[in-house]
């Protein structure tokens, strides 16, 4: 069964940082360029950065500057650090291994003042 979990999300004043986690298993992890998504109500799923197996990542323009994506290749784990967050970063972040149906179930971020 493969399963994506991810963690991390919250509550944060704009200008601040989160970090989000997403664990997973049941698959052969190295196999797979990773990525985040996130969508906010009313909005379509968009891409927000994704990372090869080898180490090369692409970000949103949204997000360039701002967002880190990286992954621990022996804990089967993707991260997100994300800093100086504003308003329109307000989404459900999920993970997901590109070209499958496998995603996360979600993590909430919020970003107000």
């Known amino acids: 069964q493969v399963q994506l979990v991810e963690s991390g999300g919250g509550l944060v004043q704009p200008g601040g940082s989160l970090r989000l986690s997403c664990a997973t298993s049941g698959m052969i992890f190295s196999w797979y360029v990773m990525a985040w998504y996130r969508q906010a109500p009313g909005n379509q799923r968009e891409l927000v950065a994704h990372?090869?197996?080898?180490?090369?990542?692409h970000y949103a323009d949204s997000v360039m500057g701002r967002f880190t994506i990286s992954r621990d290749n022996t804990k089967n784990t993707i991260y997100l650090q994300m800093n100086n967050l504003k308003p329109p970063d307000t989404a459900v972040y999920y993970c997901?291994?590109?070209?499958?149906?496998?995603w996360g179930q979600g993590t909430q971020v919020t970003v107000s003042s």
């Open positions: 990372i090869t197996s080898g180490g090369e990542t």
């Open positions: 997901n291994a590109r070209g499958t149906s496998w």
